[in-house]
């Protein structure tokens, strides 16, 4: 069964669209995993991170369908923290619920091929189920990774219109009637289709439309009827439950909307505070978020 | 002293503008070095990888001025290969070679941050002096890379235009007279000459530009005076001295010239098939090229 199928059914399954983001950071980490921050370093804040997304992964695997570890905040960690990624996934992958890996990976020919390889199916060194990618270097840098989604069973979500505020100094470039982006997505429901188990639900190919422009996620929904959205900017950058609804079909498939701070890091809302610890404080921004989005 | 300054100290010292790129592929490694390909593992693997990388930087680290290990090839490993990669960063500069990390991240904001802190200089945990970055999604997305690049005498190569045949996709659209490559051009001019220790000498923020497209070329060095260019393509990808000469400019200055295959591989090449061992070959290889490029 195709990525795309996969992920309807743990929609379907779980009821909702939500995706919990896995960006742990210092910082924000609750006292309790911050052991001694005066003398930790990479290996010790990595095995921190760890212990973290495992209690997350153990609250909200049975709540959503997927998770999104940020590939960015294990890397800063240096070799260490790229270890702590892959057992991360597989534990995701060991209590069931689906992962995207959040590497914007890019590259060209055998290139690509290689970070596809790294990263996509069951059987790759991280063994995610699917990866974020950028498609600044063209449409011939993304086939290598549409190739590997079907011979994996794997998924990618293309960057089409990100959420920060600057993403239109080159994505909403207008060149012949279609802006930039406009031409990614096209390219995006291309493979989308032809990577669908039938030509009516949504193929293995997806995309990444952000929140905080409501206006084209309704556009790129209709221009795209067979991709996976992966909507990020929803809570902490600004997006609303009525900015996303867009995203959705009526059966309320179609899109995943990612929630990181707003959930991992719930322990610093005020409104949690009562939890009886912050895993407690995790769940219950995540069944609210659930019940928004209903 | 900032990077684009520490660059051309390096490329005069070793008075030519060679990179050779690290991308070890397991099918065309040296037989010395694929022990018994039946039951290697990623583990096995990478430590031949680390050896192959290793003995080439013993051969070029006295010839060039930089090499650039690319990303990807190590982590198809999974995270075996990012141990590896972290060490042969640190070979290299233990050798007195500067490193561009070639893994083309990219991300918003703090999550941009967090990549930038990951590899750029010799504190932080990849220990890189440079990295190459992915533009698409917007120069708020560019400007972390910079920042960081300033705080740590690093460098950073934005991908312009790229050498691939399908480049074109997206770089060469033009909206009110200037290509999408253009316009990051003009953001990489703009970065370039803010970090540079004087107004008429190279900044620490440099590009791409594939010595496949030498029309381009001739025009982006025009465009970004202050930027270090980093030219791929040359050799296995059809790129030849002519084409990439446009990039330099009357002192020798502000590129540098990356060959992977047609160095790395030399072995593979008749043309070396009398030398001694392999890292024989490379050093033929590695002088060849240096001599075609004066």
Not at 192 to 209: F, H, L, Q, R
Request: charged share 20%; hydrophobic share 40%.
């Amino acid at each position: 069964m195709g990525f795309g199928s996969r992920l309807t059914s743990a929609v379907l399954t779980k009821k909702n669209p939500v995706c919990v983001g896995l960006d742990p950071r210092w910082q924000q980490l609750p006292g309790s995993l911050r052991i001694d921050p005066s003398v930790h370093g990479w290996q010790a804040t990595a095995e921190a991170y760890q212990s973290f997304c495992f209690a997350i992964i153990d609250v909200v695997a049975p709540l959503v369908p997927i998770v999104k570890p940020q590939s960015a905040f294990f890397e800063e960690l240096g070799p260490s923290g790229v270890v702590v990624l892959e057992r991360v996934v597989r534990y995701a992958a060991s209590k069931g619920v689906l992962v995207i890996l959040d590497g914007k990976r890019n590259d060209i020919g055998t290139t690509a091929t290689a970070y596809a390889k790294a990263y996509l199916g069951s059987n790759s060194p991280f063994g995610a189920d699917s990866l974020t990618v950028s498609p600044y270097l063209g449409r011939d840098s993304l086939d290598p990774f549409v190739e590997r989604c079907k011979e994996a069973d794997a998924g990618i979500f293309v960057l089409v219109k990100t959420s920060n505020p600057g993403s239109g100094f080159m994505q909403d470039l207008s060149i012949d009637g279609a802006t930039i982006s406009e031409r990614v997505a096209d390219y995006v429901q291309e493979q989308a289709i032809k990577t669908a188990d039938a030509p009516n639900v949504y193929g293995s190919i997806g995309c990444v439309v952000g929140a905080t422009y409501p206006e084209q996620l309704i556009a790129m929904r209709r221009r795209m009827p067979n991709a996976w959205i992966l909507i990020p900017g929803y809570g902490a950058q600004g997006g609303s439950a009525d900015d996303v609804k867009h995203g959705l079909d009526a059966q309320g498939l179609g899109a995943v909307v990612n929630s990181s701070r707003g959930i991992i890091f719930a322990h610093e809302n005020p409104k949690y505070a009562s939890a009886a610890d912050w895993t407690r404080a995790v769940e219950s921004a995540t069944l609210d978020m659930i019940e928004q989005l209903r």
